[in-house]
């Protein structure tokens, strides 16, 4: 299991105090809305309030990032222990949160205890008065075993990934309970959350009110950033915003640490690089305008420690979790060629591009991790389409040889059958349904490479759509789908999915868990350390 006995109910104690604290922070959206959903202000008088709450991120065995957003000019302090009592607490004296970040800040956290609980508080000074500081606002996470420990029992992981949020105009709706399938995860106490992207719908505004095939009506907590497509740094930042007025969102990061990627929807649908809009929404056409926006304002709301402007500005990075896992975050939208019917012969740059393909070849071969996790923001073998000639994701409906992205896809492949790379698993989300894939040579026209699984989980609050068809080329077999049956179907119609994955500490087992809404387990898979074609 991941979690043994000690800390358990400390942890879950604490992020009720810490809800109630958000609870009493926060002002309602609207006059009806729940408090499932109640909305922090933006208040001027006073102390500096977190009423945003907090979050940390990219937590390994001796570090950890912690974010939060003030209501005004402040200078971040967190503080660290190891109960939530703060006795023989630690200081850190963070950045001084303004305009130019949108009041958003991160501390970074050095020299922590490997496989501990860590209590964090941040307080919000003001700056002109250091004395003179709002509430504190609490959370906690758990750091990475250390990954030196050799023989012996090892500690076990549990971690849960999903992605697609606040999609198709079903936003924030307090009759439904709000982004509800964030209390479903946060119940399950994962050592952390892996977000497959579309963190928001920056190209959907979310109206006040969709009325539902049977006559019912999905009314949204609106805002006025979220009433158009996103082109400006300021409406970039507003859809961030957006989901944190859910409080069952900000009980969920002020418990569990997040790894977070991107994918089309922080820009625009389907988006790539040197594209020109054909999108009579906007008024900004050029996506390397509208991608630098976003960008910008994704590193300003979530703690990513490559976003960081001392670290390299990009979203690929590996996470390492102990010796049981590590966790190699893509990004195949930023590097990726232009969509088009990629029935290309050569094609160097495809999906990844050359150099991001490069780290992840030589990444890969360094790992000693007994399971390696690619976190894919698409799909390898699932046929995704953009318009009615192109393709958005790797594959494009051929069976045969590589073509395309699929080119630097084999290219991969390859790479970790010669060398030897062992417990490569693939997740992801993007296509709004719940599924297995598990692709073969035996099967497939390329046949260079080991049989490795994929899986797929999400929307977490989105439209679902129906399943997509498969592609040949690397031999996919499809023992599970869950998939509605017509186009965009309301989270009030149809349940949100996420996916669980435990690694023992004794064994190895690595099992994955795919999950609706409400917890519910739809498919399982167990599968065994150093072993190849399961």
């Given at each position: 299991?991941?979690q043994?006995?000690?800390?358990?109910f400390?942890?879950?104690?604490?992020?009720q105090?810490?809800?109630?604290?958000?609870?009493?922070?926060?002002l309602?959206?609207?006059?009806?809305?729940?408090?499932?959903?109640?909305?922090?202000?933006?208040?001027?008088?006073?102390?500096?309030?977190?009423?945003?709450?907090?979050?940390?991120?990219?937590?390994?065995?001796?570090?950890?990032?912690?974010?939060?957003?003030?209501?005004?000019?402040?200078?971040?302090?967190?503080?660290?222990?190891?109960?939530?009592?703060?006795?023989?607490?630690?200081?850190?004296?963070?950045?001084?949160?303004?305009?130019?970040?949108?009041?958003?800040?991160?501390?970074?956290?050095?020299?922590?205890p490997?496989g501990?609980?860590?209590?964090y508080?941040?307080?919000?000074?003001?700056?002109?008065?250091p004395?003179?500081a709002?509430?504190?606002?609490?959370?906690?996470?758990?750091?990475?075993?250390?990954?030196?420990?050799?023989?012996?029992?090892?500690?076990?992981?549990?971690?849960?990934?999903?992605?697609?949020l606040?999609?198709?105009g079903?936003?924030?709706?307090?009759?439904?309970?709000?982004?509800?399938?964030?209390?479903?995860?946060?119940?399950?106490?994962?050592?952390?959350?892996?977000?497959s992207?579309?963190?928001?719908?920056?190209?959907?505004?979310?109206?006040?009110?969709?009325?539902?095939?049977?006559?019912?009506?999905?009314?949204?907590?609106?805002?006025?950033?979220?009433?158009?497509?996103?082109?400006?740094l300021?409406?970039?930042?507003?859809?961030?915003?957006?989901?944190?007025?859910?409080a069952n969102?900000?009980?969920?990061?002020?418990?569990?640490?997040?790894?977070?990627?991107?994918?089309?929807?922080?820009?625009?649908?389907?988006?790539?690089?040197?594209?020109?809009?054909?999108?009579?929404?906007?008024?900004?056409?050029?996506?390397?305008?509208?991608?630098?926006?976003?960008?910008?304002?994704?590193?300003?709301?979530?703690?990513?420690?490559?976003?960081?402007?001392?670290?390299?500005?990009?979203?690929?990075?590996?996470?390492?979790?102990?010796?049981?896992?590590?966790?190699?975050?893509?990004?195949?939208?930023?590097?990726?060629?232009?969509?088009?019917?990629?029935?290309?012969?050569?094609?160097?740059q495809?999906?990844?591009?050359?150099e991001?393909?490069?780290?992840?070849?030589?990444?890969?071969?360094?790992?000693?991790?007994?399971w390696?996790?690619?976190?894919?923001?698409?799909?390898?073998?699932?046929?995704?389409?953009?318009?009615?000639?192109?393709?958005?994701?790797?594959?494009?409906?051929?069976?045969?040889?590589?073509?395309?992205r699929?080119?630097?896809?084999?290219?991969?492949?390859?790479?970790?059958?010669?060398q030897?790379?062992?417990?490569?698993?693939?997740?992801?989300?993007?296509?709004?349904?719940?599924?297995?894939?598990?692709?073969?040579?035996?099967?497939?026209?390329?046949?260079?490479?080991?049989?490795?699984?994929?899986?797929?989980?999400?929307?977490?609050?989105?439209?679902?759509f129906?399943?997509?068809?498969?592609?040949?080329?690397?031999?996919?077999?499809?023992?599970?789908?869950?998939?509605?049956?017509?186009?965009?179907?309301?989270?009030?119609?149809?349940?949100?999915?996420?996916?669980?994955?435990?690694?023992?500490?004794?064994?190895?087992?690595?099992?994955?868990r795919?999950?609706q809404?409400?917890?519910?387990?739809?498919?399982?898979?167990?599968?065994?350390p150093?072993r190849?074609?399961?």
């Amino acid at each position: 299991m991941a979690q043994g006995s000690g800390g358990g109910f400390g942890r879950r104690a604490l992020l009720q105090g810490a809800a109630a604290g958000s609870a009493a922070l926060a002002l309602p959206a609207v006059a009806a809305a729940a408090p499932a959903a109640a909305a922090p202000a933006l208040v001027r008088g006073g102390r500096p309030r977190a009423s945003w709450g907090v979050q940390a991120g990219d937590v390994t065995a001796s570090s950890g990032l912690v974010w939060t957003r003030s209501d005004r000019p402040a200078r971040m302090v967190v503080q660290t222990a190891a109960t939530e009592a703060f006795r023989n607490a630690r200081t850190w004296h963070g950045p001084l949160l303004g305009p130019g970040t949108d009041f958003t800040g991160v501390t970074a956290l050095h020299g922590l205890p490997a496989g501990e609980q860590i209590h964090y508080r941040v307080r919000l000074a003001d700056p002109d008065r250091p004395g003179h500081a709002g509430e504190p606002v609490t959370g906690t996470f758990r750091t990475a075993p250390d990954s030196r420990c050799g023989g012996g029992r090892r500690e076990g992981v549990r971690f849960l990934w999903s992605g697609d949020l606040a999609g198709q105009g079903w936003g924030i709706n307090p009759e439904h309970g709000g982004y509800r399938v964030y209390e479903d995860m946060r119940r399950l106490d994962p050592d952390f959350f892996l977000c497959s992207g579309d963190n928001i719908y920056a190209d959907n505004p979310i109206p006040e009110r969709v009325t539902l095939p049977d006559g019912r009506v999905w009314r949204n907590v609106t805002t006025e950033e979220k009433s158009k497509v996103a082109e400006t740094l300021a409406e970039f930042r507003g859809a961030f915003r957006y989901n944190l007025q859910d409080a069952n969102l900000r009980r969920f990061n002020a418990q569990v640490p997040t790894i977070t990627q991107w994918d089309d929807h922080e820009v625009h649908n389907n988006w790539y690089p040197g594209q020109l809009l054909d999108d009579d929404r906007y008024r900004v056409k050029d996506v390397d305008v509208l991608s630098a926006r976003a960008l910008r304002a994704f590193g300003e709301y979530f703690p990513i420690r490559t976003l960081r402007p001392d670290a390299g500005g990009r979203v690929y990075r590996v996470l390492r979790h102990g010796p049981l896992l590590d966790v190699f975050v893509l990004d195949m939208r930023r590097y990726r060629n232009a969509n088009s019917p990629d029935r290309q012969t050569d094609d160097p740059q495809g999906i990844l591009g050359a150099e991001q393909l490069r780290w992840l070849k030589r990444e890969l071969s360094r790992s000693r991790a007994v399971w390696k996790v690619i976190a894919a923001d698409m799909p390898l073998g699932l046929v995704v389409t953009d318009g009615p000639e192109n393709f958005e994701a790797v594959a494009q409906g051929d069976p045969g040889a590589p073509l395309g992205r699929e080119l630097q896809i084999a290219e991969l492949l390859r790479h970790i059958k010669h060398q030897r790379i062992t417990g490569t698993l693939w997740l992801t989300a993007d296509v709004h349904y719940t599924s297995a894939q598990h692709y073969a040579p035996e099967r497939a026209a390329f046949k260079d490479f080991e049989p490795f699984w994929e899986f797929v989980s999400g929307p977490l609050n989105a439209g679902g759509f129906p399943a997509v068809k498969l592609d040949g080329t690397f031999g996919p077999e499809q023992p599970f789908v869950k998939a509605p049956d017509r186009a965009n179907v309301s989270p009030a119609e149809s349940p949100q999915y996420f996916g669980e994955v435990v690694i023992d500490g004794g064994s190895g087992e690595l099992t994955v868990r795919l999950r609706q809404e409400g917890g519910e387990v739809l498919f399982a898979k167990t599968l065994q350390p150093g072993r190849v074609g399961q």
